[in-house]
């Protein structure tokens, strides 16, 4: 049996609805190889709005064959959770979620990643992906779940504030801009058990 076969035949995928403050309707769900277009588009783009990801505006170069792949290869991994947010039928936001390291002394951690389309900002979209996130980790037995924001992210932090995440740390120089200026980033951590390190 090939890959495609596999993904086929072992998936029912995750889907759900909400409805925004402004009445229009959401779909999260896991995406599906036919999105992987879409998905690019909208990884580009996300890229060009803001300074506050990994990657410069030309760095996203999977292919559709690859980014297809990476769909199928995330769907069929049960440690990691990928969703996209779908308005009238476009991709306007992704999250992936995902167990830092699958080693026993790791299983307790889960790391995280979440982008909006600049357009479609303060609408509330954030705040339900991260809930997703959040609902898998706990649905996993995750203890803690991580993530690395540019110190200057205010609407990022807020909202993860918002959540529950407190800042353990800053990464000094985490980013070099190709202008040749840094950005730092602060470590925030969302103790789910509420068990805190002193
Ligand atoms: C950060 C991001 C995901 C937020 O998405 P969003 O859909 O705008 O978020 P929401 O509308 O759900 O707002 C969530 C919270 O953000 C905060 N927020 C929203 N607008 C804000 C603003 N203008 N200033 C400060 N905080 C703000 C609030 O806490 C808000 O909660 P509230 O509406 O209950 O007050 C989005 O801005 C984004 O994708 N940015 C670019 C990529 C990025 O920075 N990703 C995170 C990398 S760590």
Redesign the pocket.
């Known amino acids: 049996m090939d890959n495609h076969q596999n993904y086929q035949d072992s998936k029912e995928l995750y889907k759900k609805e909400y409805l925004l403050k402004d009445g229009q309707k959401l779909i999260v769900r896991i995406p599906e190889p036919g999105d992987a277009e879409s998905l690019i588009s909208q990884m580009q783009t996300?890229d060009s709005?803001?300074k506050?990801?990994s990657r410069e505006p030309d760095e996203f170069n999977l292919t559709v064959e690859q980014e297809r792949e990476f769909i199928k290869n995330c769907t069929n991994d049960e440690n990691v959770r990928f969703l996209i947010g779908e308005l009238d039928g476009k991709i306007i936001?992704s999250c992936s979620v995902g167990l830092i390291q699958i080693k026993r002394r790791y299983l307790h951690r889960a790391g995280m990643?979440?982008?909006?389309l600049k357009d479609?900002?303060?609408?509330?979209?954030?705040?339900?992906?991260m809930q997703e996130c959040i609902n898998w980790c706990k649905e996993k037995g995750v203890e803690q779940l991580e993530?690395?924001?540019?110190t200057e992210?205010?609407?990022?932090i807020?909202?993860y504030k918002?959540l529950g995440f407190e800042i353990y740390g800053t990464k000094k120089h985490a980013l070099k801009y190709d202008d040749g200026t840094y950005a730092d980033e602060y470590i925030m951590t969302l103790f789910l058990n509420n068990i805190k390190p002193m």
Do not use: H, P
């Open positions: 996300v709005e803001t506050f990801l936001a990643g979440i982008a909006v479609y900002w303060n609408k509330g979209i954030g705040i339900i992906m993530l690395e924001v540019v992210n205010n609407r990022a807020s909202m918002s």
